[in-house]
């Protein structure tokens, strides 16, 4: 009788047997991890604390302490420094995403994941797509604090919008480098220590700070092809200008770049590890 | 498609981590609707040999395939013919147990009402419906176990992995959990199941292979493996106990062997290499008016098949597989 039942259930189950997950139900498990994530955010507020502390210290740490020695005055150095935070926010913010993704890796539920059958990317994108809020909410306070300080960017209402679109789409395109490096790291630790390693040169490598006309020739070099350079010309041509320039472009197509490059890498090696 | 696939065909798997040959060569064939039992010591590759099985680890060397389907080759396709519960439970910590089985669901392909219905008719089957607005953290090891069993069953798979399910489990949540995957043998799910217990192995399954140092030692029904490693003894109890060592010879007489005698409590153990023999015992006894008040034929315990098979004692590394997490 069981043996019957046994067949039968066999017999169906090998008829709805599909090759591989479609678009469809890749977009389908992405928002469903992606809730999953939004779940934990919800349960461990203390995830927030990073976007929520780090734009309104860094941002009026770095105005105040910076602003009379490098542009003459606080509100003349707010539109260089709030579109440098901006930048550096997001990079931090990707950091921590890559760090969390590991630790969420070492957990059991991420064997059953991976025992079931769905898109292989769907586990990865689905956090990475829920840390776009944390990206929104570190670019909106910044913004918000440099305008409580005085900040009135030429680019308008339109040119800040855009500017912040783009901030927030850089943050996760650039947080593919870091859930890659979550997926061959030994341990969440390790995922930061690098992150550190890369985002500190990087940031203030950049003219986030400083204009890169100060710096000596080799070094204003490296900053002239610093790939957060190129996000933040676009961000002060966006909202400092509201004008959609060359440097957009560049920023856009940089990030894509990086994306099509860490996301395959990312799935593959998430898929291969033990 | 042939209903006559084996549900599990594996011959010469190999799985080796650097210079450590996990699994040496495993050969494993499984029928449509039985329970096989995977039995071996902590570090036997019994997991590894699963994982393997679910496409969580590359087979180094050797095939598999799963009703018929080739399991390198056809990850995807395995993966939808194959429900996984994991050594640990593998659910969600930060969701409740409503939310992660609706989350395992909508993953499955299941509308977000469907996935509901699912999740709480899940609930109810694993008597969790109580604690389905808990968080998982805050569930018991045994409601963690049936949640992840639950959690497996979402997609209705015809073949169910169950890697130490009761591993940690006190004595009673143990035998919960034991009543649970009857019930789903009895549904017909075909079940592979590992456990470093004797004593489950032998309640549960059908057909045992036993797993030493990644090499399959022994295989057989629990009776063959009991009956291989050598004899049952037949347990005897006088009425009056002064009359040991008279019972005693007439035994040895009939049996051939000289019976183990405990005479503070009129006992007899007589090791039968022939159960048959214990009637003719019994008889004989009667006969010369030697009244017992008990009488027992007990077969020889996995574990003493065990320490037979592999020449060391199965208990040896419990300890040490609770504290790796």
Same mark, same amino acid.
């Given at each position: 009788?069981?043996?019957?039942?046994?067949?039968? @259930?066999?017999?169906?189950?090998?008829?709805?047997?599909?090759?591989?997950?479609? =678009? !469809?139900?890749? /977009?389908?498990? +992405? $928002? #469903?991890?992606?809730?999953?994530?939004?779940?934990?955010?919800?349960?461990?507020?203390?995830?927030?604390?990073?976007?929520?502390?780090?734009?309104?210290?860094?941002?009026?740490?770095?105005?105040?302490?910076?602003?009379?020695?490098?542009?003459?005055?606080?509100?003349?150095?707010?539109?260089?420094?709030?579109?440098?935070?901006?930048?550096?926010?997001?990079?931090?913010?990707?950091?921590?995403?890559?760090?969390?993704?590991?630790?969420?890796?070492?957990?059991?539920?991420?064997?059953?994941?991976?025992?079931?059958?769905? @898109?292989?990317?769907?586990?990865?994108?689905?956090?990475?797509?829920?840390?776009? =809020? !944390?990206?929104? /909410?570190?670019? +909106? $306070? #910044?913004?918000?604090?440099?305008?409580?300080?005085?900040?009135?960017?030429?680019?308008?209402?339109?040119?800040?919008?855009?500017?912040?679109?783009?901030?927030?789409?850089?943050?996760?395109?650039?947080?593919?480098?870091?859930?890659?490096?979550?997926?061959?790291?030994?341990?969440?630790?390790?995922?930061?220590?690098?992150?550190?390693?890369?985002?500190?040169?990087?940031?203030?490598?950049?003219?986030?700070?400083?204009?890169?006309?100060?710096?000596?020739?080799?070094?204003?070099?490296?900053?002239?092809?610093?790939?957060?350079?190129?996000?933040?010309?676009?961000?002060?041509?966006?909202?400092?200008?509201?004008?959609?320039?060359?440097?957009?472009?560049?920023?856009?197509?940089?990030?894509?770049?990086?994306?099509?490059?860490?996301?395959?890498?990312?799935?593959?090696?998430?898929?291969?590890?033990? | 498609?042939?209903?006559?696939?084996?549900?599990?065909?594996?011959?010469?798997?190999?799985?080796?981590?650097?210079?450590?040959?996990?699994?040496?060569?495993?050969?494993?064939?499984?029928?449509?609707?039985?329970?096989?039992?995977?039995?071996?010591?902590?570090?036997?590759?019994?997991?590894?040999?699963?994982?393997?099985?679910?496409?969580?680890?590359?087979?180094?060397?050797?095939?598999?395939?799963?009703?018929?389907?080739?399991?390198?080759?056809?990850?995807?396709?395995?993966?939808?013919?194959?429900?996984?519960?994991?050594?640990?439970?593998?659910?969600?910590?930060?969701?409740?147990?409503?939310?992660?089985?609706?989350?395992?669901?909508?993953?499955?392909?299941?509308?977000?009402?469907?996935?509901?219905?699912?999740?709480?008719?899940?609930?109810?089957?694993?008597?969790?419906?109580?604690?389905?607005?808990?968080?998982?953290?805050?569930?018991?090891?045994?409601?963690?176990?049936?949640?992840?069993?639950?959690?497996?069953?979402?997609?209705?798979?015809?073949?169910?992995?169950?890697?130490?399910?009761?591993?940690?489990?006190?004595?009673?949540?143990?035998?919960?959990?034991?009543?649970?995957?009857?019930?789903?043998?009895?549904?017909?799910?075909?079940?592979?199941?590992?456990?470093?217990?004797?004593?489950?192995?032998?309640?549960?399954?059908?057909?045992?292979?036993?797993?030493?140092?990644?090499?399959?030692?022994?295989?057989?029904?629990?009776?063959?493996?009991?009956?291989?490693?050598?004899?049952?003894?037949?347990?005897?109890?006088?009425?009056?106990?002064?009359?040991?060592?008279?019972?005693?010879?007439?035994?040895?007489?009939?049996?051939?062997?000289?019976?183990?005698?405990?005479?503070?409590?009129?006992?007899?153990?007589?090791?039968?290499?022939?159960?048959?023999?214990?009637?003719?015992?019994?008889?004989?006894?009667?006969?010369?008016?030697?009244?017992?008040?008990?009488?027992?034929?007990?077969?020889?315990?996995?574990?003493?098949?065990?320490?037979?098979?592999?020449?060391?004692?199965?208990?040896?590394?419990?300890?040490?597989?609770?504290?790796?997490?």
């Amino acid at each position: 009788m069981s043996a019957l039942t046994a067949e039968r @259930s066999i017999a169906t189950a090998k008829q709805r047997l599909t090759a591989r997950p479609t =678009l !469809r139900d890749t /977009i389908s498990q +992405t $928002l #469903t991890m992606a809730w999953r994530a939004l779940k934990k955010m919800q349960r461990n507020p203390e995830q927030f604390f990073d976007v929520i502390i780090q734009p309104l210290l860094f941002t009026a740490m770095f105005a105040y302490i910076f602003g009379g020695a490098i542009a003459g005055g606080v509100t003349a150095y707010l539109p260089t420094i709030i579109t440098g935070v901006l930048a550096q926010t997001s990079l931090t913010a990707c950091m921590a995403t890559g760090t969390q993704m590991r630790e969420d890796m070492e957990k059991g539920v991420f064997d059953r994941f991976r025992s079931l059958p769905i @898109s292989r990317i769907a586990p990865l994108a689905g956090p990475m797509l829920a840390d776009v =809020l !944390r990206y929104g /909410i570190a670019a +909106t $306070l #910044t913004l918000l604090t440099g305008f409580v300080m005085g900040y009135r960017p030429g680019g308008g209402v339109a040119g800040v919008i855009a500017g912040w679109v783009l901030v927030v789409f850089a943050g996760w395109s650039l947080s593919w480098i870091f859930a890659w490096l979550g997926t061959i790291a030994r341990s969440a630790q390790a995922v930061q220590g690098i992150g550190m390693m890369i985002m500190f040169p990087l940031t203030f490598l950049s003219n986030a700070f400083v204009s890169q006309r100060t710096m000596p020739d080799w070094l204003e070099q490296f900053v002239n092809v610093n790939p957060v350079t190129l996000v933040i010309n676009a961000i002060r041509d966006l909202i400092n200008d509201g004008q959609v320039t060359g440097n957009v472009g560049w920023a856009v197509l940089g990030c894509a770049v990086v994306v099509a490059i860490f996301a395959p890498l990312a799935v593959r090696s998430y898929s291969k590890k033990v | 498609m042939t209903t006559s696939d084996l549900a599990v065909d594996a011959t010469g798997l190999v799985k080796r981590f650097g210079s450590f040959t996990a699994v040496a060569g495993v050969d494993l064939a499984i029928k449509p609707g039985e329970v096989f039992g995977v039995l071996g010591p902590n570090g036997a590759g019994k997991t590894t040999t699963l994982s393997m099985l679910a496409t969580l680890l590359p087979i180094d060397d050797g095939r598999a395939s799963i009703f018929g389907v080739d399991v390198a080759s056809a990850p995807h396709q395995i993966r939808q013919l194959v429900g996984v519960t994991g050594q640990y439970a593998s659910v969600d910590e930060n969701l409740t147990g409503a939310e992660n089985l609706w989350l395992f669901a909508r993953l499955h392909g299941r509308s977000s009402r469907q996935a509901k219905a699912l999740a709480d008719d899940l609930l109810g089957r694993f008597g969790l419906t109580e604690a389905a607005g808990k968080q998982i953290k805050d569930y018991s090891g045994g409601m963690r176990r049936r949640l992840d069993l639950g959690a497996s069953l979402i997609s209705s798979p015809p073949l169910i992995f169950l890697d130490e399910p009761t591993t940690g489990l006190d004595p009673r949540t143990r035998s919960q959990m034991w009543d649970t995957i009857r019930e789903l043998v009895a549904n017909g799910s075909t079940i592979l199941l590992t456990t470093q217990y004797l004593d489950e192995a032998d309640q549960l399954a059908d057909r045992i292979a036993v797993i030493d140092r990644g090499l399959k030692v022994a295989e057989g029904t629990p009776e063959q493996l009991k009956t291989g490693v050598g004899a049952s003894t037949l347990q005897l109890r006088l009425t009056d106990k002064s009359l040991v060592e008279d019972a005693a010879l007439l035994v040895k007489r009939i049996a051939g062997v000289a019976p183990v005698l405990t005479p503070e409590a009129g006992g007899l153990n007589v090791p039968l290499p022939d159960a048959n023999k214990a009637a003719e015992v019994l008889i004989a006894l009667r006969e010369a008016d030697l009244s017992i008040t008990s009488a027992a034929v007990q077969q020889p315990t996995l574990d003493e098949v065990f320490l037979a098979l592999t020449g060391h004692a199965s208990e040896s590394a419990d300890e040490t597989e609770e504290v790796r997490r």
